[in-house]
């Protein structure tokens, strides 16, 4: 028996973010796990600049390769998870891993990107604090 699935019910029940933006890069997807992980509605999110969640200093750099991405139809991170910063809507710092796939029209034109992306703040702050504990504990022993 085959099953269909809700397309629409799985980008609203899964536990990590789907964000959708179009050619130019305004958000046109921006499911619940979105709200809950950057603090932004729905609402405010829809049609707004990826700079939304972008922190300023990368802005530049991002925006260089979305449109690269654009004009190309290509993106050298397909099956990559990409890990960066992002910022949630009070101004804190996140830690996010993605990943992202191009979409496109029934003729094929590339119409946006999908990222799928998950809060990694708490496991790299973990990780942080291992390194640094460790770098302590060397530096003791070699002392």
Not at 64 to 75: I, L, N
Request: hydrophobic residues 40%; neutral net charge; charged residues 25%.
């Amino acid at each position: 028996m085959k099953t269909t699935v809700d397309l629409q019910q799985l980008v609203s029940v899964i536990g990590d973010a789907v964000v959708v933006s179009d050619a130019e890069g305004s958000i046109t997807l921006w499911n619940p796990a979105a709200e809950r992980m950057f603090g932004f509605t729905e609402q405010e999110a829809l049609g707004q600049s990826l700079d939304l969640i972008i922190p300023q200093r990368l802005q530049q750099r991002h925006w260089d390769g979305y449109r690269k991405t654009m004009e190309t139809g290509q993106t050298r991170y397909g099956n990559d998870v990409l890990k960066v910063p992002a910022v949630h809507k009070d101004g804190r710092a996140l830690s996010i891993a993605f990943t992202v796939a191009l979409l496109r029209s029934a003729e094929g034109a590339l119409t946006g990107i999908v990222a799928v992306i998950r809060d990694e703040t708490s496991r790299f702050q973990e990780d942080r604090n291992l390194r640094k504990r460790l770098a302590e504990l060397e530096a003791r022993a070699g002392a």
